[in-house]
DNA sequence: GTGGACTGAATGACGGTTCACTCGTGGACT
DNA sequence: AGTCCACGAGTGAACCGTCATTCAGTCCAC
């Protein structure tokens, strides 16, 4: 309504793309809100700004909505944990990383990492079909790096670099949880967050280390 | 229909708890099967052999069959747990306790491991009002256990018991998520099963143990 | 003036909930 | 003992509100 259009320079042609990016910008704000199911389409449209029929001009439906933001999001999100983890030079620091870049999602990107907690869960179907895959990438990268840091010999190798890796995931989605349930409003203070990390990394890590 | 009524001894009258049962157990599974929202109120009247309308003479709505299965059954493993907690003399075996405590609720009960680890995020209204003041109550069993271990000196203190309790909790969680996701059918292999717990027990405390 | 992005009211399906009815039971009365 | 009746648990077809989705029309940009 009191909504300015196509703002800058060109005009409005090549909003397309920008539609979309609203869309999905608004759906993980209200999905993390209240969650998929309870989420009304309509809902979507008005946070975006935009008509109801026009989410259907982008999006196959509303569950195709949901799927998008995976594939957008978690794809991105992996190619920065790649980046992350290759500029790091030792096995702890890297894992050091990936605890701080987790659960520093939760910082940034409130939103995003609720409705990854939340709702990574809720579509059995969808679940299975589109995030699975990627959520088993995410692993996968994790359990390389303990794979690693056991060939490096600086950790352990009585434990299954799969069940580390998921150990770890679990442990720090838990965490997230926390703070995602808790304070209904209110970022979590980035410093409880960050206390949790360094505790829980250090935790991790001497679990992990190599006995001497 | 071709279902035996009152069966043996006395009758029918006192069937009502029986009914009540039957619907929860059927809900258990049918929940765990296709989540709580793609259950239809008619599907598990189905499962528990009962007609639709039969479920609002012991539940309020839909939302409250949810909510029952967790009060009653969660009630119940908190009764387990402090049991077989107190049973145990040292903080280790009290901690490996709870790890295979958890990952076994996977084997016996597979169904009720998978609404809860599922369904327990799905609507946060729901959640946040029933749910959690249980939840609150598991993780603090698990974090009073490790504040004791503190106490005693066999645990470092540099780590806050609640983030150790809570990273606790999400990594079984995520390992259990890995088998209620994995296999769509079968019970997990319990040789697996056992093995992950005990690496992760052994991981968890050796992270956890005091320094020397 | 035309094409196409966009709109939003109308549509239809779906499914939770209701409620008028059925029927077995156990107590009261003969 | 045999009959009868009131009760209420149980039933399930119908109801009705709630959306996801559609599509006939609007409005720019060129």
Redesign the interface.
């Known amino acids: 309504m009191a909504e300015k259009k196509g703002s800058s320079a060109k005009g409005g042609k090549r909003a397309g793309g920008d539609k979309r990016e609203r869309i999905l910008q608004a759906a993980i704000r209200v999905f993390a809100k209240?969650?998929f199911?309870?989420t009304r389409v309509s809902e979507i449209a008005k946070a975006a700004g935009v008509a109801d029929g026009t989410i259907y001009l982008y999006f196959e439906n509303k569950d195709d909505v949901l799927v998008q933001i995976f594939e957008d999001r978690i794809g991105k999100l992996l190619e920065i944990l790649r980046r992350v983890i290759a500029k790091e030079e030792t096995v702890e620091a890297r894992i050091r990383r990936i605890v701080e870049l987790q659960l520093g999602l939760l910082e940034e990107e409130r939103d995003l990492a609720e409705v990854i907690?939340?709702n990574l869960?809720?579509?059995?179907?969808l679940?299975?079909q589109y995030a699975?895959p990627l959520f088993t990438k995410y692993l996968e990268l994790i359990a390389g790096v303990i794979a690693d840091g056991q060939k490096e010999g600086v950790l352990r190798r009585?434990?299954?670099p799969r069940?580390?890796a998921?150990?770890?995931?679990?442990?720090?989605?838990?965490?997230a949880?926390?703070w995602a349930?808790g304070t209904p409003e209110r970022k979590p203070d980035p410093a409880t967050l960050r206390?949790?990390a360094t505790?829980?990394a250090?935790?991790?890590?001497?679990?992990?280390r190599a006995?001497d």
Chains 1, 2 share one sequence.
Not at 121 to 125: A, E, K, L, V
Not at 166 to 175: K, M, N, Q, T
Not at 202 to 208: E, I
């Open positions: 209240n969650g199911y309870a907690t939340v869960r809720q579509s059995s179907r679940l299975k699975a009585d434990v299954s069940i580390a998921r150990s770890l995931w679990g442990a720090l989605d838990g965490l949880l926390t349930l206390k949790a505790q829980f250090t935790l991790f890590l001497d679990g992990l006995r």
